[in-house]
C-alpha cells in the first residue's frame, strides 16, 4: 500500500522539544501533531480553514493545521496547546478563560486560546472591535463569545500591565 | 477531504522553478502560501504530482520603494502588507484591503501572488490592484513581460499566465498629491458577495480623475469607465457619486449564485460605489502630498 | 472558611474547565483503541435511486483494505431502525433516498487507503423520480418515499399510534372551543404563510464512532447524547442483549440536537462485525450536514383578536420536511405543534401539523426545535394585533399572557412560569419604555417549549473512606456544564468542598440508566435523581454518626467534609474507620425520578414549560438590507440557578444561535444537493457578528420541578431571539415571512413595503 508513497525528513521543534520524522509531502500538520505526535489538543472541525479548531502557532503565527502542509514546518518550531502548560501551571491565558467561564464543550478552545496567545504576543493594545476581528476567524458554537471575549481583554490587559510594570 | 500523492520541488531561482513547471507541465503547479490550492486538491477538484515551492526562491517576500512605486515580491503575506511600514505610510489602502481578506491564519500564510494567479472570482486584492492600475511582472526561461491586471486575469480562475511563467513582482504605482482611494466589501459569507474600489484624485475640487473596479459579483473583477467618465471634471458631490454608481449598477455583470441574485448584486455594487467614492474624495481631499 | 455550606446558587467554576483549557480533555476523535482501524463512507451522489449492482472488489484488492461494507453484508440481521419509525437501513439496501445516503463503508489499515478504496467502487444507480421539496412531495400525484405498509414503530417513539400515509410520516392535531365561529366573530383577523429553512447545528465535533464488535457483544465509544437509547437500537440491529452492548461518551464537542438519538453507530458497528476489527468511523463537516439537521417547514397561520387587543383564536397548519427518513422527525411536529398556540388564553385554537418525507437528508433535533420554528411566526401576528389596537407590545402581552396554573394545550401540563414578570425584566433590560433614536426598532417575543422528555433517570453516589463522593451518572457532559451542577449538588447535600467530588462519564456499564441528554431535562430530571443518590448517602452518614458520637441525629450537621455536633466534629475518613473498624468502606446512595403515573411522558404533557423569550434592538441599513443587532437579551426563567454563571453562559450561547438562525443560517438544496456544504458558503455566527450589548437575565421564582425548585434552560433564548428580532423590524415597518434575514431579504421586503406604500 505505501511502499510507492514518496517519503522526506522534517525536523522541527514542537512545544520546544526538537523532533526527526519521515513523513509524505502530503501529510498535514494537524494529522502529523494528532496522529504522529499524538498531540490531540488542536481539533479538525471545519476543514477548510474557516473555523480555527485547528489553530496552532507556527514560529508564532496562527496558522490552520488543517490545511498547512507539515512540510511547512520544517526547521521551524511549532505551538500546540500542549506547550502552553509550563511545569503542569496554565499559563495566565487559560486561567483568564477559566475565570471568565468562557469554555463549555472546549472543542474550539485550544485553537480559541492559541489565538489569542499570538495576540498576547504581539503586544499591542487594541480596541474591543479589533480583538473581535482578529479573534473572528476562530468560531465558537457554544459560548456566544461574549465571555471570551471578556476572557481576553482580561488577558490582554494583565499582559501589557506586567510588561510595562 | 485528503490529497492525492505528491512531490514538492524546491528550486532556488525562477528559471530553475520554470523549468521544472515546463518538464512536468499539466503534472505541475506553483506552490507558494497554499491557502487555495490546497483547499482544491483536499475537495479532490485538482490534482499535481509535482508542487513547486517557489518560497525556496530568495527574495520574492520583499517590499521595497521604486522611484514613483513600491514593488511588491509576490510571496509578500497579506500579514505582511497589513504591517509593513511601507505599505501602512505609502499605500494604506493596500494594508486596509489586506486586514480584511478571510482571517488571520490565512493572511499569515497567503500571498499576494498566489491571490492574483489564482483569479478566485471573490479576490479583494484583484479588485483593489485593478483600479489601482498595478502591473505584474511574469518570468519564465523565456523572457519576462509585464502585463496589467485587466490582462492577466481573463475569466474565473484563469490568468494570462503560460504555464511555465511565475508571477515575479507586482508594482504598485504610488497615488499622486491629492488622491485618495476607499474599498468597500460586502460580505455575508466567508468570501465577500460584492466588493468596489475607487481611486479618486483631485484638482481645484474637482475630479480630475476617477478609477472604479468592482469585484466578486461575476466571473472577473472589472473596471467601470463610464461611471468614472461621469465623475471626470466635475464635482465629487453626492450627485456625481449617485450618478456613477447608477451607470456601475448598469454596467456589471453579475452571476446569480448563493451570495446574491443579480438584481441584488446589482443594487449592491450600487452602493458600495457611493461608499468607496465618498471615502476616497474625502482622503484625496485631505491627502496634500 | 465557609466552603462546605452554600453550593448551589454559587457560580463555581466549571469541574471539567481545566482540562479542557489545556487541551487535555478527551473527546471521541482523540481516542485509539489497541487494533483499530480507519472507516470512510461513500455516499450516495443521487437523491433518489434504485442500486442496480455495487462491485466493490477493486476496493476489496487494495492493498491495505480490510473490509468493504454494503447492504448485501447485512441482509442477515434485521438492518432498519429509527428510534420513532424503523425506516432506515443502517446502509443503503436496494434504494437511495438522498444525496449523502451511506451506500459502502470501508475499512482499511489508514485513512488514506480507506479514502482511496472509495474510489473504486463501482455503484450502478437506476435514478427515481425525486421529491425534493415539500409542494413536491406534498403533491397529488407524488413518488412516494416508502411503502407506508413497510413502516414500523421504533422502540422510542412515545407517540401513540403512527400513522404513514404518502409522504406524511406522521400528523399530530389538537382542537379546542368552535374555531370557525371565533374567527367570524372577531374585530381583528391576521394571517400569512411562513417559510423556516433547514439549518445545520454545527457541533464542532463532527459525528465520531470508535465500534468494537466481538463473538456476542459490542462496545461503541460514541459522540452521542443518549447513551442508553443508542445501547438499545444497537441491541436490536444486531440482535444482541441490550447488556451485551456498551456505549461510552467521553465529552462531547457540542451536541445541540445533532448527536441526540442513533447517528453514525450502527453502521460503524456494522463495519466492525465484517472487519473483525475495532473501526472508526468521523463525519467530515458536509458528512455531518447530511446526517442530522433541522427541519425546513412551511407554515400557514392566522390569529383573531377583538378590537381592543384581546386574543381570541388562533389556526395553524404547518408542514415540517423530514427528509428521507423519520429520525426525530414525529416528535419534532408534536413539539411544534404544542408551540403553534403560544403562550396565550384562547377562546377557540387548531393546529395541524405534518412532517412530511422529501429526498433531502434526515432532519432530526435541534436545540429548541419546534419552538423555534414557531415562535417568531405567532408572535409576528401578536405585534401586529397590537398595532391594529393601538397597544404597547408589553401591555398586549401582559393582558393576554397565560397566567401561572393556566392550561397551555388540551389536556398537557399547566403552566409553571410567571410570564408576565418575566417580560417586564425583559422590558427594563431593554430600557422598553425609553425613546428610540430614529431608524431604531425594539422587538421582543414570547414562547412555550415542552420540554423534559420522558421523565426517567437515575444515579449513584459512591462516598468512599477518602472522602471523596464519586457520581455515577449517565448524562452526557457536551459543554452545558451538568458534571458542574451535579457536583454542586452532590457537594451541596454531603457538606463537601468540590474538589472532592467526582463525576465519571457515561459508560452504560458502569453508569446507570438515563434516558437521554437533550430536551433542557438534565439538571431538572437527572439532577433530581443525583440530589436523591446524594441525600441517600447523607442519611447513611448520619445514621453512622449517630452511632459513633451517640447523639441523636437532630444535632447533627454536615459541612467541610466532616460530621459536625457544635463544635466537635468528625470527618469522614475518621467517621468511616470508626464505623467500618478500618480504613475503608464506603457508603452508596441511589437516586431515580419515574414518570408520576400512566405513560408518563408525552402523553401527560412536558415535565415542564421552558420559557422561550427574547429581545432585540435593531438597525437597518436600509440600502442593502443588513440588520445590525445593538442590543440582544434573553429571560432564563430557571426556577433556581444552581450555578447562574453556567446558566448566563448557556443562555448566552443560545442567543447566538438564535442570531445565526435568525440572519444567517440556511442550507440550500437543489434537487436535494446540498449547494453550501462547507463553512466557506454556510455561515455561523462568528465574534464579529455579536451584538452590541449582550444581556442574559435569570428569573428566580423556584418554581420548577427540579432540584431547589430548578428547571431546565438553554433552548429557550434560542427561540426567543429570531421571534424578537422579526419584531424588531416590524416596529420598522419592515415585515418578513421568512428566515432567515439575509440582507437581501429584509432589501427586497423593504422593497415591497415601499411599493405597497406607494400604491
Not at chain 2, 139 to 149: D, F, K, P, V, Y
Request: aromatic fraction near 6%; charge should be negative.
Amino acid at each position: 500500500m505505501s511502499d510507492e508513497r514518496p517519503r522526506m525528513p522534517l525536523s522541527l521543534r514542537v512545544n520546544g522539544q526538537s523532533i526527526e520524522a519521515v513523513i509524505e509531502p502530503r501529510t498535514m500538520l494537524l494529522d502529523f501533531l494528532r496522529d504522529g505526535l499524538g498531540l490531540t489538543g488542536a481539533k479538525r472541525s471545519c476543514d477548510v480553514q474557516v473555523c480555527g479548531a485547528c489553530t496552532v502557532l507556527l514560529d508564532g503565527m496562527p496558522v490552520s493545521a488543517c490545511c498547512t502542509l507539515a512540510y511547512e514546518a520544517r526547521d521551524r518550531s511549532v505551538l500546540t496547546i500542549e506547550g502552553m502548560l509550563q511545569n503542569g501551571t496554565l499559563h495566565p491565558l487559560q486561567e483568564a478563560f477559566l475565570e471568565h467561564t468562557a469554555v463549555q464543550c472546549g472543542f474550539c478552545t485550544s485553537g480559541m486560546v492559541l489565538a489569542t496567545k499570538s495576540l498576547l504576543d504581539a503586544n499591542v493594545a487594541l480596541s474591543r472591535e479589533e480583538i473581535k476581528h482578529y479573534l473572528s476567524g476562530n468560531l465558537c458554537r457554544c459560548t456566544g463569545y461574549w465571555n471570551i471575549l471578556e476572557a481576553v481583554e482580561s488577558a490582554l490587559k494583565s499582559n501589557q500591565e506586567s510588561a510595562s510594570g | 477531504m485528503m490529497l492525492g500523492v505528491f512531490e514538492i520541488h524546491e528550486p532556488q531561482t525562477v528559471n530553475e522553478a520554470s523549468a521544472l513547471l515546463a518538464e512536468h507541465g499539466e503534472a505541475a503547479t506553483v506552490y507558494a502560501g497554499g491557502t487555495e490550492l490546497l483547499l482544491l486538491m483536499k475537495e479532490g477538484l485538482v490534482h499535481y504530482p509535482h508542487l513547486i515551492n517557489i518560497k525556496t526562491i530568495p527574495d520574492l517576500d520583499q517590499i521595497s520603494p521604486d522611484n514613483d512605486a513600491l514593488r511588491i515580491g509576490p510571496l509578500v503575506t497579506h500579514w505582511q502588507l497589513e504591517h509593513h511600514k511601507l505599505v501602512q505610510e505609502q499605500a494604506s489602502l493596500l494594508a486596509e484591503v489586506a486586514s480584511m481578506i478571510a482571517n488571520v491564519r490565512v493572511r499569515a500564510v497567503g500571498t499576494l501572488g498566489g491571490n492574483l494567479c489564482f483569479a478566485e472570482p471573490h479576490s479583494d486584492p484583484a479588485t483593489l490592484l485593478l483600479a489601482w492600475e498595478a502591473t505584474l511582472d511574469l518570468t519564465s526561461a523565456n523572457g519576462r513581460r509585464e502585463l496589467a491586471i485587466d490582462e492577466f486575469i481573463l475569466d474565473m480562475l484563469t490568468t494570462a499566465r503560460e504555464h511555465d511563467e511565475i508571477l515575479t513582482g507586482i508594482t504598485l504605482p504610488l497615488l499622486p498629491p491629492h488622491s485618495g482611494g476607499g474599498y468597500e466589501k460586502f460580505a455575508t459569507h466567508e468570501r465577500p458577495s460584492a466588493t468596489v474600489a475607487a481611486i479618486v484624485q483631485r484638482h481645484n475640487g474637482m475630479t480630475s480623475e476617477a478609477r472604479i473596479a468592482v469585484g466578486s459579483v461575476g466571473a472577473v473583477p472589472v473596471r467601470m469607465p463610464e461611471a468614472e467618465a461621469i465623475l471626470r471634471d466635475e464635482m465629487p458631490d453626492d450627485a456625481a457619486f449617485e450618478a456613477a454608481a447608477d451607470a456601475v449598477s448598469q454596467a456589471v455583470d453579475p452571476i446569480d449564485d448563493l451570495y446574491g441574485s443579480i438584481e441584488y448584486k446589482r443594487n449592491i455594487a450600487r452602493v458600495l460605489t457611493i461608499r468607496a467614492l465618498t471615502t476616497a474624495a474625502e482622503r484625496a481631499a485631505g491627502n496634500k502630498q | 472558611m465557609t466552603d462546605g455550606i452554600a453550593k448551589v446558587g454559587r457560580s463555581v467554576p466549571r469541574v471539567d474547565g481545566r482540562v479542557k483549557v489545556a487541551g487535555a480533555a478527551q473527546f471521541v476523535g482523540d481516542m485509539v483503541v489497541p487494533g483499530m482501524v480507519h472507516g470512510k463512507v461513500l455516499r450516495s451522489p443521487v437523491p433518489h435511486a434504485l442500486i442496480k449492482n455495487i462491485d466493490s472488489s477493486q476496493a476489496e484488492a487494495l492493498p491495505g483494505v480490510i473490509a468493504v461494507l454494503t447492504g448485501q453484508d447485512v441482509l442477515d440481521i434485521d438492518a432498519y431502525y429509527g428510534h420513532s419509525i424503523k425506516d432506515r437501513p443502517l446502509v443503503a439496501i436496494d434504494t437511495v433516498r438522498f444525496v449523502g445516503e451511506p451506500v459502502a463503508a470501508v475499512a482499511a489499515e489508514d485513512l488514506v487507503t480507506a479514502h482511496e478504496a472509495l474510489s473504486l467502487i463501482d455503484v450502478q444507480y437506476e435514478e427515481l423520480p425525486t421529491v425534493a421539496t415539500l409542494d413536491e412531495a406534498l403533491a397529488e400525484d407524488a413518488i412516494q418515499l416508502h411503502e407506508a405498509a413497510s413502516l414500523r414503530a421504533g422502540l422510542f417513539h412515545g407517540l401513540g399510534e403512527l400513522k404513514p400515509e404518502g409522504n406524511v410520516c406522521y400528523h399530530h392535531a389538537f382542537e379546542r372551543g368552535d374555531v370557525s365561529a371565533v374567527f367570524d366573530e372577531a374585530n381583528v383577523v391576521v394571517e400569512g404563510e411562513y417559510t423556516f429553512p433547514a439549518v445545520y447545528q454545527y457541533a464542532m465535533e463532527p459525528h465520531t464512532v470508535i465500534a468494537q464488535h466481538d463473538m456476542d457483544s459490542v462496545t461503541v465509544w460514541a459522540t452521542c447524547q443518549h447513551p442508553f437509547l443508542v445501547r438499545a437500537e444497537l441491541a436490536d440491529l444486531f440482535g444482541l442483549v441490550a447488556s451485551n452492548v456498551r456505549v461510552i461518551v467521553p465529552y462531547l464537542g457540542g451536541g445541540f440536537g445533532s448527536k441526540s438519538y442513533t447517528k453514525m453507530e450502527p453502521i460503524t458497528v456494522a463495519l466492525a462485525r465484517k472487519a473483525g476489527r475495532p473501526v472508526r468511523i468521523a463525519n467530515r463537516v458536509d458528512e455531518a450536514m447530511v446526517t442530522t439537521r433541522r427541519h425546513n417547514m412551511k407554515c400557514w397561520m392566522r390569529t383573531a383578536a377583538s378590537a381592543d387587543g384581546s386574543l381570541l383564536g388562533r389556526e395553524v397548519r404547518l408542514w415540517l420536511d423530514t427528509g428521507a427518513y423519520a429520525d426525530n422527525g414525529p416528535r419534532v411536529v408534536a413539539t411544534a405543534a404544542d408551540a403553534a398556540p403560544g403562550p396565550y388564553r384562547w377562546q377557540g385554537v387548531k393546529v395541524d401539523a405534518w412532517g412530511i418525507y422529501t429526498n433531502t437528508p434526515p432532519a432530526g433535533s435541534y436545540r429548541a426545535f419546534g419552538a423555534a420554528h414557531l415562535t417568531w411566526i405567532g408572535e409576528s401576528q401578536v405585534d401586529e394585533i397590537a398595532r391594529h389596537a393601538g397597544l404597547d407590545r408589553v401591555e398586549m402581552r401582559s393582558k393576554n399572557l397565560l397566567r401561572p396554573g393556566e392550561e397551555v394545550r388540551p389536556g398537557g401540563k399547566p403552566l409553571d412560569a410567571d410570564l408576565i414578570s418575566d417580560i417586564e425584566k425583559l422590558a427594563r433590560t431593554l430600557d422598553w419604555d425609553e425613546p428610540k433614536t430614529e431608524g431604531v426598532g425594539r422587538g421582543l417575543g414570547v414562547g412555550l417549549l415542552a420540554a423534559g422528555a420522558h421523565p426517567v433517570s437515575s444515579a449513584i453516589v459512591r462516598l468512599e473512606a477518602d472522602g471523596v463522593a464519586t457520581l455515577s451518572v449517565s448524562t452526557t457532559e457536551m459543554g452545558q456544564g451538568a458534571r458542574t451542577v451535579f457536583s454542586q449538588l452532590v457537594a451541596q447535600e454531603l457538606g463537601l468542598p468540590m474538589e472532592q467530588v467526582k463525576v465519571l462519564g457515561g459508560d452504560t456499564q458502569v453508569t446507570p440508566y438515563d434516558r437521554s441528554t437533550g430536551a433542557s431535562r438534565s439538571t431538572t430530571l437527572a439532577g433530581t435523581a443525583v440530589q436523591h443518590a446524594a441525600q441517600d448517602v447523607r442519611e447513611q452518614l448520619l445514621s453512622a454518626a449517630t452511632q459513633a458520637l451517640d447523639v441523636p441525629l437532630q444535632a447533627l450537621s454536615l459541612h467541610d467534609g466532616a460530621v459536625w455536633h457544635g463544635d466537635e466534629m468528625l470527618s469522614y475518613p475518621e467517621l468511616f474507620r470508626r464505623y467500618f473498624g478500618l480504613a475503608g468502606g464506603e457508603l452508596i446512595g441511589q437516586g431515580r425520578v419515574q414518570p408520576e403515573s400512566g405513560q408518563g411522558s408525552y402523553a401527560e404533557g412536558p415535565v415542564f414549560w421552558e420559557v422561550c423569550i427574547g429581545g432585540a434592538e435593531v438597525e437597518v441599513d436600509r440600502d442593502t438590507g443588513r440588520i445590525r443587532v445593538r442590543k440582544l437579551a434573553s429571560v432564563a426563567d430557571v426556577g433556581q440557578a444552581i450555578n447562574p454563571m453556567l446558566v448566563e453562559a448557556q443562555e448566552m450561547g443560545g442567543t447566538m444561535q438564535g442570531l445565526g438562525n435568525a440572519l444567517f443560517e440556511e442550507m440550500l438544496f437543489s434537487d436535494g444537493q446540498l449547494l453550501n456544504s462547507t463553512l466557506l458558503d454556510y455561515h455561523v455566527p462568528s465574534m464579529e457578528d455579536m451584538p452590541d450589548a449582550f444581556f442574559s437575565v435569570l428569573a428566580e421564582n423556584e418554581d420548577g420541578p427540579g432540584p431547589f425548585g430548578a428547571k431546565g434552560v438553554g433552548e429557550g433564548s434560542l427561540a426567543g431571539v429570531p421571534a424578537a428580532i422579526v419584531n424588531a423590524l416590524g416596529d420598522l415597518g419592515i415585515h418578513v415571512d421568512e428566515l432567515p434575514l439575509t440582507p437581501e431579504r429584509v432589501w427586497r421586503a423593504m422593497q415591497a413595503g415601499e411599493k405597497e406604500k406607494s400604491a
